[in-house]
């Protein structure tokens, strides 16, 4: 009887133990869905932030494009990044997918708009500038970035007369 009345007194006092741990555990639970609901609605807005960042740098480029075409008188340097341009929204995408997708898609972009396109690219990028080579040589997001708008500034240079230089 005694014995019994022991086992049951453990029973009584594991079950007791189990019951306030479950509770303990459902409180971290609530604790950690609530911080999982936060992280993911702050990597939402992250996510629409970076595209809005993304959509306005294509914006002010491909304006910027256009408008130097217009002024220029020999397009065909300026055609070297008409798919890069165009393409823009996609490089960046990929581009912020890691390091060393930038010359991936830049490649696969312009040798779909004309085959061999992306040898002349790279032919002419290697007659530019240090600063310019080093850029492109990233590989990443910030060189893309930063590529596109040290040619469009180079174009834009190009156009303003001597006298104002």
């Known amino acids: ?12 006092a594991v079950s007791i133990y189990f019951y306030f741990r479950a509770e303990s555990l459902y409180r971290q639970l609530l604790i950690v869905k ?14 629409d932030s970076i595209a809005v960042i993304a959509k306005k740098n294509e914006e002010f480029s491909v304006a910027r494009y256009k ?4 002024l ?20 960046f995408r990929e581009s912020l997918r890691g390091k060393g997708q930038l010359h991936k898609v830049a490649k696969k972009c312009c040798d779909s708009y004309k ?11 290697a007659k530019q500038d240090a600063q310019i080579k080093r850029v492109w040589s990233s590989n990443n997001l910030s060189g893309f970035i930063a590529f596109i708008e040290a040619m469009l500034i180079e174009h834009e240079t190009k156009l303003i007369p001597s006298s104002d230089k």
Do not use: C, W
């Not at 085959?115 to 990028?125: A, D, E, R, V, W």
């Open 1 to 12: 009887m005694v014995f019994s009345l022991v086992i049951i007194g453990i029973f009584v």
């Open 34 to 47: 609530k911080d999982a609901a936060h992280a993911k609605k702050e990597s939402k807005q992250m996510v």
């Open 67 to 70: 408008r130097i075409k217009e």
């Open 72 to 91: 220029v008188s020999d397009p065909a340097e300026l055609e070297l990044l008409l798919p890069l341009v165009n393409n823009f929204s996609m490089i």
């Open 115 to 125: 085959p061999g396109h992306y040898k002349q690219l790279t032919t002419h990028i």
